[in-house]
């Protein structure tokens, strides 16, 4: 029996072949789940707006980051855990990672596809409000409650005073952040 390719004839046009062998830098070395050793450390940052807390389901071990973007040393063994037994805080993009091996070994890529880094997090509020509106519509809700904590802090301190950029905020937030 034929099989038929479920590619669109566009698809298939953009397809570039390479004649030549597949050549991969030391830099971005494919990962092999074979390599990586479970037991590893690895760091993880706080990507949620103040205090988070994650109790291991399998050890009962605490693990406290005190502010946003603070840093604790976890297990890929505890991380793999906590993708099965606590997948919020990968689905709201509280757990971040500085290398993104780490997402694509824990199979989590999907979450962080849109996700604001933790060392550019306040890049978003130099943007038009256009751009704003487009950047806050992909983001977790996660990230969305970290962005209006952020603006609102922004705001007191007068970091962000564009009526247009607070508007557009607002708007694709759907929150008020100033009282009118």
């Known amino acids: 029996m034929a099989r038929t390719s479920s590619k669109s004839n566009e698809e298939i046009e953009n397809v570039e ?20 050793d479970p037991n ?11 205090k988070l807390v994650y109790v291991s389901k399998r050890t009962g071990e605490t ?11 976890m297990e890929l ?5 906590a993708k099965n037994s606590s997948k919020k805080f990968f689905v709201n993009n509280w757990f971040m990672f500085d ?5 694509d070994y824990l199979g989590v890529k999907q979450f962080y596809k849109n996700a604001l880094s933790i060392d550019n997090f306040d890049d978003i509020f130099d ?3 256009s751009e704003l ?24 301190e007068k ?15 759907g929150i008020e952040l100033i009282e009118k």
Do not use: C, H, M
Not at 40 to 50: D, I
Not at 64 to 73: H, I, L, P, R
Not at 99 to 103: F, R, T
């Open 17 to 36: 072949i390479d004649s030549k062998p597949e050549q991969v830098s030391s830099k971005q070395k494919r990962i092999v789940p074979k390599e990586i």
């Open 40 to 50: 590893e450390y690895v760091t993880v940052r706080n990507g949620f707006q103040g």
């Open 63 to 73: 693990f406290v980051w005190d502010s946003f973007g603070a840093e604790q040393e």
């Open 77 to 81: 063994r505890e991380l793999k855990n």
């Open 99 to 103: 290398d993104s091996w780490i997402i």
């Open 127 to 129: 943007k038009k409000p």
């Open 133 to 156: 509106k487009d950047i806050i519509s992909k983001l977790s809700a996660g990230q969305k409650r970290s962005v209006a904590y952020r603006a609102k802090e922004l705001i007191a």
């Open 159 to 173: 970091r962000i005073d564009s009526i247009s950029v607070i508007n557009a905020l607002e708007e694709a937030l």
